[in-house]
């Protein structure tokens, strides 16, 4: 729609751009019913995917960090933790190395619940990545770390923007 389609790449970028967009839209959609589902707002959505992606890394977050990440204060990432904590879905570890560190990681339970709700989608989406190849799926894999550093980048640059327009 608001791309030029005159070329094949033109048209090919618009279907790519649109497909991207309605992926994230559905993603969206199913990460909000997974969080309907067991009482938890967008936010503490945002965060259990914050401390999933650490963990999966084996970089468990901190809840300064996960504050940044987030766009909280202090007190609200707080607020937020001791919610997630309470309702089985993360806990609190000290740092063996340093005991004034805190970590966040995924409860037992939290993460049974994750299980059981996006199994069933895991299936589908290894089912989706047989048909293709190696060399296809490095291709895929280049372009989506790609676009999601490009779509992170943008979230920066917008919420450091926000502060000087006077906005939150």
Excluded: C, W
């Excluded at 992926?23 to 309907?36: I, L, R």
């Amino acid at each position: 729609m608001y791309r030029p389609r005159d070329t094949r790449r033109g048209q090919l970028v618009a279907e790519v751009t649109n497909d991207l967009r309605k992926y994230a839209a559905d993603a969206q959609h199913v990460g909000h019913a997974f969080a309907n589902l067991h009482g938890l707002g967008p936010t503490d959505l945002h965060a259990l995917i914050a401390v999933m992606d650490a963990e999966l890394v084996g970089d468990p977050v901190t809840p300064g960090r996960l504050g940044e990440q987030l766009n909280l204060s202090s007190g609200s990432v707080t607020a937020l933790i001791d919610r997630l904590e309470r309702a089985g879905h993360i806990r609190r570890d000290r740092d063996t190395a340093d005991r004034r560190k805190v970590l966040l990681h995924y409860a037992e339970q939290g993460a049974a619940l994750a299980m059981e709700f996006f199994q069933p989608l895991g299936r589908r989406t290894d089912a989706v990545m047989a048909d293709f190849t190696d060399d296809e799926l490095e291709t895929v894999h280049r372009f989506i770390a790609a676009m999601s550093t490009s779509l992170r980048e943008h979230r920066d640059a917008v919420r450091a923007e926000a502060p000087r327009r006077g906005t939150a």
